[in-house]
C-alpha cells in the first residue's frame, strides 16, 4: 500500500516536469523562430540604409549648358544640365564609343542631371569650373557594391555590362566610389528605380490612414462602448448588437475592403488611392477592437465605485463621466493603440480601395493620393529588380519599428495609469 | 429624540414590496424610523434587510430587474413617486457600504466631490472648510491632516470606511444609511466606527444593517428584526433583546439559527 502511494506520487512529479519541459521546449521554439525571422530581415535589409554614390568630376560649362553672360536666379534653374551630365559621365573613358557612353550613362541614376544642378545652384560660382559631384549609382552598382550581386553570371545574364564594371572597379580603385548613409530612403516617394526609391509617400500615406483611422474609430467605438455598457437597458436588442461587434471583429479585413469600394468609391466617389478612404476603410476594421477594449475595460471598473458616485447624488452622467469612463481610460487607449497597430499593418482592404497604385509624389494631405507601408512591402516585393529585395526588408523594420513603438506605448500607459483596486 | 414626549418620525414606510424580476425580496414593510436615533436592522443572511435598506436612497433604481411597490415617506414626500429626483433624494441621504469604496483620488477629492457636484462650495476657502469638518466629524482629521493629496485608497481599511464616512456626511445629509459597514474591519477599527455613529447621530438619522448581534445592541436605539422578507418585529433595542415578542425573534438573537 505504502509503496504504491510512493509510486503514485514519483509518477505525479514526473508528469509535471515532463509538462514543464514541454513548456520550455514550446518558449524555445518560438524564440528560435523570431530570432531567425528577425536575423533574416536584419540581413537582407541593412544594406538598404547604406547607398552607393559614384564622385564624378563635373565641368560646369556654360555654353553646354546655354547659359548667357551674368545668369539670373531663374535663368540656371531653366538651364540645360542634360548635356554636361552627359558629357561629363562619358569623360570617365575618353576613348568610350558611342554604345559604351550609353552604358557610362546608365551607371548612375537618372536622379544625375538633377544632382548636377542641385550642385549649382547651391554654388552658381562653380560656373566654368570642375568639382566633383556625388551622384547616385544604379541599382545593379549599388548591388555590385554591397556584394550583393553575381559578379559570375555570364553577361548577357546580367544587367551590369562587363565594360561597366571595368569603369566601376577602376572608380573604385580610385576611392571614387563612397557609401553613405541613404536618407533617400527616408525623404524619396516610390520609384521605378530602385536606388530612387523611398518610403516618404507610404510612410505619410500610413501616418494620414491612422491619423484619420483614429479620428472616425475612437470617438465613434468609445460613445458606443459607453452607451452599451452604462446606458443602454439589457434586452434582446442589445445582446443581438454586442454579438454582432463580436462578429465583426472577426470579419476578414478584405471584406471591409470590398465594402470601402462598393460605397465610399462607388457610391460617395471619394477620390481613389487617398488615405482619406484608406483610414475610413480602416476604422470600420478598427471599430469593434476599440468598441471591445473599451467595454471590458468599463466592466473592470468595479461597481462600487458606481454605487458609491450614485449614492453621493451624482446622475448617472456625472457617474459615468465623472468616475467611470476615467478610470477605463487606460485600458480603452492600450486596446486603441493596438487597434490601431493592426490597422496599421493591413494590407488586404488598402490594395482594394486602390492605395496600391504606384505613387511618385508625398502626400501633403490626406486626400492625395499615396500607398502605406504595408502596400509599399508588398509592391516591392513583387518588383524584379536585385535592388527591391533590400528595401522590402527595410521597410519591413520601418514598419516593425512602428509597430514595436505602438505597442510598447500601449503597455506604458496600460502599467502606469492603470488603478489597482485592492 | 422626543420633542414634548412625542417620537419624531423621520422615515415612514407603507406597505413596501420588492420584486427581483418575479421573485418577491420584501413583502409589505411597515417601518418607522426616528429622527436623529440610530435603527438598526437584523436578521439572516439573505432576509431583505439591506434590500430595505437601499430601498430608502433608491438605490436599487440601478438594478434592472428591481421593482418596488410601496410608500417611503421621507419629509412628507413618497420617494418613490414619479416626481421625486434620486439626485436630490441621494444629497439628503447619505450611504455608506459594506466594503470601504473611497474613488481612486486623493483624500481632499474624495470628500470635495459631493459637495462640488451640487454646488455647495462657493470658493476654494469654503471647500477646504468643508473636507476638515468633514474629516473632523468622521474622527480623521488628526490621521491625514498632513497627506490630504495622496490617494485614499493608500489609507488602512477602518480609515478609508472613516474616509467614506465623511464623504457620505460632506453634503450634510439629513438620514445615513450604512449597509454592514464594520464587516471588513477588526475589532478596533470596529469600536472607532461604532463610537463615530453614537457622535453622528446627533446630526443624523442612521440606519444600519448589521450581522453583529452585540454591534446592534450597542449602538442603536431602535431593531427591526427581518426574516425571510418580512419585517418580523421592531420597537426599542432594549425591548427588542430582552424582551421580544416573537419567538423568531427570541431564537435569532439568542443565537438559535441563523
Known amino acids: 500500500m505504502n509503496k504504491n502511494k510512493e509510486q503514485l506520487l514519483n509518477k505525479r512529479y514526473k508528469a509535471e516536469k515532463r509538462f514543464r519541459l514541454y513548456g520550455q521546449g514550446a518558449i524555445f521554439m518560438a524564440f528560435l523562430f523570431l530570432i531567425i525571422f528577425i536575423f533574416k530581415i536584419f540581413s537582407t535589409g541593412y544594406s538598404a540604409f547604406q547607398k552607393t554614390w559614384l564622385i564624378v568630376p563635373v565641368t560646369f560649362d556654360a555654353e553646354l549648358m546655354m547659359l548667357e553672360q551674368n545668369p539670373s536666379k531663374q535663368d540656371l534653374k531653366d538651364a540645360d544640365y542634360y548635356d554636361i551630365a552627359l558629357k561629363s559621365m562619358a569623360d570617365l573613358d575618353p576613348n568610350a564609343n558611342e554604345d559604351q557612353e550609353n552604358e557610362l550613362k546608365r551607371m548612375v541614376s537618372y536622379f544625375f542631371e538633377r544632382e548636377i544642378k542641385r550642385e549649382l545652384l547651391n554654388d552658381p560660382s562653380l560656373i566654368g569650373k570642375t568639382k566633383d559631384v556625388y551622384l547616385t549609382a544604379s541599382d545593379d552598382l549599388d548591388q555590385v557594391f554591397k556584394g550583393n550581386y553575381p559578379r559570375d553570371l555570364p553577361e548577357d545574364q546580367r544587367r551590369v555590362t562587363d565594360y561597366q564594371l571595368k569603369i566601376f572597379d577602376q572608380l573604385v580603385e580610385l576611392g571614387k566610389v563612397e557609401s553613405k548613409f541613404n536618407l533617400s530612403f527616408f525623404t524619396y516617394p516610390d520609384s521605378r528605380e530602385a536606388e530612387l526609391a523611398g518610403i516618404a509617400s507610404s510612410f505619410m500615406g500610413s501616418i494620414f490612414s491612422i491619423l484619420v483611422c483614429l479620428m472616425i474609430a475612437f470617438p465613434v467605438a468609445v460613445l458606443a462602448a459607453i452607451y452599451l455598457e452604462e446606458f443602454a437597458p439589457k434586452n434582446r436588442f442589445t445582446d443581438f448588437i454586442e454579438v454582432n461587434i463580436n462578429n465583426l471583429a472577426a470579419v476578414p479585413s478584405i471584406v471591409f475592403g470590398l465594402l470601402g469600394l462598393g460605397i465610399l468609391l462607388a457610391v460617395f466617389q471619394l477620390p481613389r488611392s487617398t488615405p482619406l478612404v484608406g483610414g475610413i476603410t480602416l476604422s470600420l476594421m478598427t471599430l469593434p477592437t476599440i468598441i471591445i477594449a473599451c467595454r471590458a475595460s468599463l466592466k473592470a471598473v468595479p461597481p462600487s465605485i458606481r454605487e458609491a458616485a450614485l449614492a453621493m447624488g451624482a446622475s448617472k452622467m456625472q457617474t459615468t463621466m465623472h468616475h467611470t469612463v476615467p478610470l477605463s481610460m487606460p485600458g480603452t487607449l492600450s486596446g486603441t493603440i493596438i487597434g490601431l497597430a493592426q490597422a496599421l499593418g493591413e494590407t488586404a482592404p488598402l490594395i482594394l480601395i486602390g492605395m496600391v497604385a504606384f505613387v511618385n509624389t508625398i502626400p501633403g494631405s490626406p486626400l492625395d493620393p499615396a500607398a502605406s507601408l504595408p502596400v509599399q512591402i508588398y509592391i516591392w516585393a513583387e518588383s524584379a529588380e536585385r535592388g527591391f529585395v533590400e528595401k522590402v526588408s527595410a521597410c519591413i523594420m520601418v514598419l516593425l519599428g512602428f509597430l514595436i513603438i505602438m505597442n510598447l506605448f500601449a503597455q506604458i500607459i496600460r502599467h502606469k495609469f492603470e488603478k489597482k483596486w485592492s | ?258
Open chain 2, 1 to 258: 429624540m422626543k420633542k414634548n414626549g412625542v417620537k419624531m418620525i423621520k422615515i415612514n414606510s407603507k406597505n413596501v414590496d420588492v420584486y427581483y424580476g418575479k421573485k418577491q425580496a420584501l413583502f409589505n414593510i411597515n417601518l418607522d424610523i426616528e429622527e436623529n436615533q440610530v435603527t438598526a436592522l437584523i436578521g439572516p443572511s439573505g432576509c431583505g434587510k439591506s434590500t430595505f435598506l437601499r430601498c430608502l436612497n433608491r438605490m436599487n433604481d440601478v438594478i434592472d430587474i428591481c421593482r418596488v411597490k410601496g410608500q417611503i415617506i421621507i419629509n412628507d414626500f413618497d420617494i418613490n413617486d414619479k416626481s421625486c429626483d434620486v439626485v436630490r433624494l441621494r444629497e439628503k441621504i447619505g450611504m455608506v457600504f459594506q466594503k470601504p469604496n473611497p474613488f481612486p483620488k486623493t483624500i481632499y477629492e474624495n470628500i470635495s466631490y459631493g459637495p462640488t457636484i451640487h454646488g455647495m462650495a462657493q470658493s476654494k476657502n469654503e471647500m477646504d472648510e468643508i473636507v476638515e469638518t468633514s474629516l473632523k466629524k468622521a474622527a480623521l482629521w488628526e490621521e491625514v491632516k498632513d497627506r490630504l493629496h495622496e490617494p485614499g485608497t493608500g489609507l488602512s481599511g477602518g480609515q478609508q470606511q472613516r474616509l467614506c464616512i465623511a464623504r457620505a456626511i460632506s453634503v450634510k445629509p439629513e438620514v445615513i444609511l450604512m449597509d454592514e459597514p464594520c464587516s471588513a474591519l477588526d475589532p478596533i477599527a470596529t469600536a472607532q466606527i461604532e463610537e463615530l455613529i453614537d457622535e453622528l447621530k446627533k446630526d443624523h438619522t442612521i440606519i444600519i444593517v448589521t450581522h453583529s448581534m452585540a454591534q446592534a445592541a450597542r449602538v442603536s436605539q431602535n431593531t427591526g428584526f427581518f426574516h425571510l422578507g418580512e419585517l418580523i418585529e421592531h420597537g426599542s433595542t432594549d425591548k427588542i433583546f430582552k424582551n421580544p415578542e416573537n419567538k423568531k425573534t427570541q431564537d435569532y438573537i439568542t443565537g438559535r439559527f441563523g
